[in-house]
Structures are given as C-alpha cells and as structure tokens.
Nanobody, 125 residues
Framework: QVQLAESGGGLAQAGGSVRLSCAAS????????MAWFRRAPGKEREFIAA????????DYAASVKGRFTISRDKSKNTVFLQMNSLRPEDTAVYYC??????????????????WGQGTQVTVSS
C-alpha cells in the first residue's frame, strides 16, 4: 500500500501562485507515476498533470499547460505542483494520486489506486 498526504493549499489572488506538495509513504519503490487531479464545485474530477517517476516525463492538461509545473523529489518520495498565474476557475480541491503499474494512461483517474485526501485551493478575483 501507498499512503499520500497533500499540503500547501489555501487562498490566493488571481495572478498569484501556490505550491502543492504530496508526500508518499509505504511501498513507494513500486511507483510508476504520480499525478494531480482536481474537482471544482459542481464538476467532475479532472486530470491536471502527471510525472513518470523514473524518467521524469511530464504531461499536462491543456487548461494548465504553461502555468502549472509538476516535479518530483525522488529522495523524499514527494511530488509538487507549482501553480502560477492562477485564475478563479482554478478554484478546486486538488488531489494527488499514485500509480504503480507501468504502461497505463496517466491521464485516466481510474488507473490510480492511491489517492490523497485532497487540499483546497481558492483563487479570488
């Protein structure tokens, strides 16, 4: 099992920045990818960004590409999401997720068995 714990959410103004962290514990040696998803009020959870744990390949949703950056610190089993140029529509609960089986579509939340509890990010206009 893998346990994930997010931190770093909060309130930001439009145009500002927030950095989220997600620390993994447990069977982290089997990690294939880590990702961030979000659920905005009244909407379904959506893919934001993912990183391949071993080689660092990254993938982003079109809505955040160029504004958000996903990175990982393998020595600390931690993944980060740096969010810049925030917009009110970025307001959501952000979840990190872990995937241990290679070859799976990193954008599909159904492929992720491990999830954090979520952290709220609110962007005011």
């Amino acid at each position: 099992q893998v346990q994930l714990a997010e931190s770093g959410g909060g309130l930001a103004q439009a145009g500002g920045s927030v950095r989220l962290s997600c620390a993994a514990s447990g069977r982290t040696f089997s990690t294939y990818a880590m990702a961030w998803f979000r659920r905005a009020p009244g909407k379904e959870r959506e893919f934001i960004a993912a990183v391949n744990w071993s080689v660092g390949y990254t993938d982003y949703a079109a809505s955040v590409k160029g504004r958000f950056t996903i990175s990982r610190d393998k020595s600390k089993n931690t993944v980060f999401l740096q969010m810049n140029s925030l917009r009110p529509e970025d307001t959501a609960v952000y979840y990190c997720a872990g995937l241990s089986i290679g070859g799976r579509n990193m954008r599909n939340e159904a492929n992720y068995p491990y999830w954090g509890q979520g952290t709220q990010v609110t962007v005011s206009s």
